[in-house]
């Protein structure tokens, strides 16, 4: 018996050659092949950036998202009638290429924390978040803290925290 085939036998002691485990990988299978690789899937740079603004937002330290203006326009837009809904995505702009990403986030800090850590905090949130959901490689997160909110300001939009 050759060392490349196996056999079987069959009831009534008939052998049959089955064909090795390499020459069976290569047997064409209905419908060509691994499912997976039968069609493209896009993913928008809109769904991106949901994922990185969640992310962002569940540091410890992020007061809010996005720059003053963007904010401020959020804030008239979501308390008016029929508005849409909070945008998750607001501070937030991704570049989305078929296997990578690169983010730009504008984020309001906490004062007395130490921006340092909580841009990297941020970094490595919407690194995991985006990589595990999407399977896109995040090259980049760049990050602008635009303002840090004080203790004693009054706040023009609360943002939410996930818990």
Same mark, same amino acid.
């Given at each position: 018996?050759?060392?490349?085939?196996?056999?079987?036998?069959?009831?009534?002691?008939?052998?049959?050659?089955?064909?090795?485990?390499?020459?069976?990988?290569?047997?064409?299978?209905?419908?060509g092949g691994d499912p997976a690789t039968r069609g493209r899937t896009t993913i928008a740079d809109g769904v991106v950036e949901k994922i990185a603004g969640l992310a962002a937002?569940?540091?410890?330290?992020?007061?809010?998202?996005?720059?003053?203006?963007?904010?401020?326009?959020?804030?008239?837009?979501?308390?008016?009638?029929?508005?849409?809904?909070?945008?998750?995505?607001?501070?937030?702009?991704?570049?989305?290429?078929?296997?990578?990403?690169?983010?730009?986030?504008?984020?309001?800090?906490?004062?007395?924390?130490?921006?340092? *850590?909580?841009?990297?905090?941020?970094?490595?949130?919407?690194?995991?978040?985006?990589?595990?959901?999407?399977?896109?490689?995040?090259?980049?997160?760049?990050?602008?803290?635009?303002?840090?909110?004080?203790? *004693?300001?009054?706040? *023009?939009?609360?943002?939410?925290?996930?818990?």
């Open positions: 018996m050759a060392d490349t085939e196996e056999r079987s036998i069959r009831p009534g002691g008939l052998e049959k050659e089955l064909p090795s485990s390499a020459s069976r990988a290569n047997t064409p299978q209905r419908g937002r569940d540091v410890v330290g992020v007061h809010a998202m996005g720059g003053g203006f963007s904010r401020t326009f959020g804030a008239v837009r979501d308390r008016v009638p029929g508005g849409s809904a909070k945008s998750v995505s607001r501070g937030v702009k991704a570049e989305v290429g078929e296997v990578q990403t690169a983010l730009d986030l504008d984020i309001v800090v906490e004062y007395g924390v130490s921006i340092a *850590d909580v841009a990297k905090a941020v970094r490595e949130n919407v690194i995991a978040a985006v990589e595990r959901m999407t399977g896109l490689e995040v090259v980049e997160v760049n990050i602008a803290v635009g303002d840090v909110k004080l203790p *004693d300001e009054e706040e *023009d939009e609360p943002e939410q925290r996930l818990q």
